[in-house]
Structure formats: structure tokens, C-alpha cells
């Protein structure tokens, strides 16, 4: 069964700060994977999608990028900014494309 | 984009009444819709996977009894809550699957179900 973890839980920057968020995965038989941002109380925005033979993806000041050899993922943003404080969500899509989300890390970006 | 929208946004219940929550495809068919359930600071986790026409597929632990889903048609799926009780009380979100291209899947906004 995927198991799905997220490090840190919690991250707390100033703004104008580069920062890394990491995902990793148990089985690396997995369709996609996927980053999502999740506003409190809200539902989900894709950021990103990073197909199985990808190696990366990139949208504006998000990168995301994927080893499954490793079984791991990571979100890279740059200059942070309040608004990007949310819900960080990876999810690995298997082949039945079932999701299975990592726990989130909440991202807190100082003024 | 793909659009997916869930109703209602919102629902408040009493202990023992049964909640239905549509999710619906706006512009596209999806012949597989999934479940998601999502407790407070709590990451999301797959009820079921529906498939237009024929039964859903629970993941375990899930009371396909408690938790009813029909797809009846390629843009609607319905999540029945029978005899909800406070410990059902969570954030239901949908998906539906467009097999594309590209085969993704979009998300509805989600359903806040409050038990009292």
C-alpha cells in the first residue's frame, strides 16, 4: 500500500526567502505525482503535476521535481511571499489513479 | 480548465438524519469520480472510487453501507451519509477523472458536514 510522508509538518519563513518542501513515497510504481495548495478551509488547487517520466516541472516561482527511483519529490519556491502561507499537499497517483495524500506541510511566510 | 462542483458547499445536520452531497462535472464526462474525506489538520484520505454504471469501490474500513455512492451518469456522482452520527462530521471532497488528454483528475471545492 503507498504511504505517502511530508517533512516538515510545519515552516515558518520570512518573505523573500527560497524554501524546500519534501515528499516521499513508498512504492514508486506511481502514474503521476502532484502538488497542491489548500487555503484553510478550503478545497484544493493543483500547483503542479509531474507525470511518471518527468523529472521536473516548473510554474512561475514553483519547481517541482520528481526521482522515483528515490521515491521522492520536492517543491522548491522562491522568493516567498505572505500569500503563498497555505497548505502544501503532495499526492502520488497510482495506476488506478487513486490519490494518496502525504500529510501536508503548512507553510507560514512572515511580512 | 476542467470544472467540478460539489453541493452543497455546506451542511449541518442532527444526529441520526442522512446528508446526500452531489459532486457533478461541469464540462467534461467522467466515468470515474472518487470520494475523499479530510478531518481537521488532517491530510485526505480515499473513501471510494465510483464508476458510472456500476457499484463503487470502498476503500477499507469504509462502511459501504453508511456511505452510499451512485454514479448514475458520466457528470454526477452522489455521496449518501445515512445516519450520520458527530464522529461523520469531516471535509468530503470529490474528484472526477478526464481521461484527457490530458488523464487528470479536477477536485470540487468540498462539503463541510457538521453532525450536532
Known amino acids: 500500500k503507498q504511504e505517502v510522508t511530508q517533512i516538515p509538518a510545519a515552516l515558518s519563513v520570512p518573505e523573500g526567502e527560497n524554501l524546500v518542501l519534501n515528499c516521499s513515497f513508498t512504492?514508486?510504481?506511481?502514474?503521476?505525482l502532484q502538488w497542491f495548495r489548500q487555503d484553510p478551509g478550503k478545497g484544493l488547487t493543483s500547483l503542479l503535476l509531474i507525470q511518471s517520466s518527468q523529472r521536473e516541472q516548473t510554474s512561475g516561482r514553483l519547481n517541482a521535481s520528481l526521482d522515483k527511483s528515490s521515491g521522492r519529490s520536492t517543491l522548491y519556491i522562491a522568493a516567498s511571499q505572505p500569500g503563498d502561507s497555505a497548505t502544501y499537499l503532495c499526492a502520488a497517483t497510482g495506476s488506478a489513479r487513486q490519490l494518496t495524500f502525504g500529510s501536508g506541510t503548512q507553510l507560514t511566510v512572515l511580512p | 480548465g476542467a470544472v467540478v462542483s460539489q453541493h452543497p458547499s455546506r451542511v449541518i445536520c442532527k444526529s441520526g438524519t442522512s446528508v446526500k452531497i452531489e459532486c457533478r462535472s461541469l464540462?467534461?464526462?467522467?466515468?470515474?469520480m472518487f470520494w475523499y474525506r479530510q478531518f481537521p489538520k488532517q491530510s485526505l484520505m480515499l473513501m471510494a472510487t465510483s464508476n458510472e454504471g456500476s457499484k463503487a469501490t470502498y476503500e477499507q474500513g469504509v462502511e459501504k453501507d453508511k456511505f452510499l455512492i451512485n454514479h448514475a451518469s458520466l457528470t454526477l456522482s452522489t455521496l449518501t451519509v445515512t445516519s450520520a452520527h458527530p464522529e461523520d462530521s469531516s471535509f468530503y471532497i470529490c474528484?472526477?477523472?478526464?481521461?484527457?488528454?490530458?488523464?487528470?483528475?479536477?477536485f470540487g471545492p468540498g462539503t463541510r458536514l457538521t453532525v450536532l
Open positions: 474528484s472526477a477523472r478526464n481521461r484527457g488528454p490530458p488523464d487528470t483528475q479536477y
Open positions: 512504492d514508486s510504481a506511481i502514474y503521476n
Open positions: 464540462d467534461f464526462q467522467a466515468t470515474t
